[in-house]
C-alpha cells in the first residue's frame, strides 16, 4: 500500500463511516431486490446507473481499499479508505468535488476581482426534461448567461463603465433520475 504524508498538526483523522449511514444502509439492504424487481418488470436501469450503486457501496469501506497514511509532524499512522468518485448521490465525492473545484477556481482561474454567485433553479418539472435533453440545457443556459451579462453590462454603464467584459462558469448540478 503505497505511504502517503499528511500534516495533521496533533489533530485526530476519523474515518466516514457511510455503513452507518441510512442512505447506505438502505441501498445496501435492497440494490439486489430493487434491481431483480426491475428486471422482472421488463425494466433495466442503464449500465452507468448500475455501476453508481456499487461504486457508492464500496466509498470509504475500509475492506475494499485503502492507501496508508503518516502525519509528517508526529508520525502517526492510519488508513483513508478509497472514495467512489460518484456524481450521483454519494454526499461526500460530491461535496469533495464541489469543494475542489471552487478552490481551483479560486486559486487558479478567476481573476482577483468580486465574483458573485449565481443560482438558477427551475420547477421540478422542467428539470426532468433538461436531464435528458443536453441541447436544450445548453439553449436555457445561455438564455440565463446571456440576461446575467445584460445585467452586469446596464449596471456598469450606469456607472459610468464602458466595454465591460464579464465572464462565466457554468456547473449543472443535476442527474439523470435524481431531481
Not at 448500475?50 to 509528517?72: K, N, P, S, W
Not at 460530491?94 to 486559486?107: C, F, I, K, W
Amino acid at each position: 500500500m503505497p505511504q502517503a504524508a499528511l500534516n495533521c498538526q496533533n489533530q485526530s483523522y476519523h474515518r466516514r463511516e457511510p455503513e452507518k449511514e441510512v442512505l447506505y444502509q438502505v441501498i445496501a439492504d435492497n440494490l439486489e431486490t430493487f434491481l431483480d424487481r426491475l428486471q422482472f418488470e421488463g425494466h433495466e436501469l442503464p449500465g452507468y446507473v448500475v455501476q453508481e450503486f456499487y461504486d457508492y457501496l464500496d466509498c470509504g469501506i475500509l475492506q475494499r481499499g485503502f492507501a496508508r497514511c503518516a502525519c509528517e509532524s508526529c508520525g502517526k499512522s492510519f488508513a483513508v479508505a478509497f472514495s467512489c468518485k460518484g456524481r450521483g448521490f454519494c454526499s461526500s465525492c460530491m461535496g469533495r468535488r464541489m469543494s475542489d473545484t471552487a478552490a481551483h477556481l479560486v486559486d487558479n482561474v478567476f481573476p482577483h476581482v468580486p465574483v458573485r454567485q449565481w443560482v438558477l433553479s427551475l420547477p421540478r418539472e422542467i428539470r426532468y426534461r433538461l436531464a435528458y435533453d443536453k441541447k436544450l440545457i445548453s439553449e436555457v443556459l445561455a438564455v440565463f448567461l446571456r440576461v446575467v451579462q445584460a445585467w452586469y453590462t446596464t449596471k456598469a454603464k450606469e456607472q459610468g463603465y464602458v466595454d465591460v467584459q464579464g465572464g462565466s462558469v457554468s456547473c449543472v448540478a443535476s442527474t439523470k433520475g435524481l431531481l
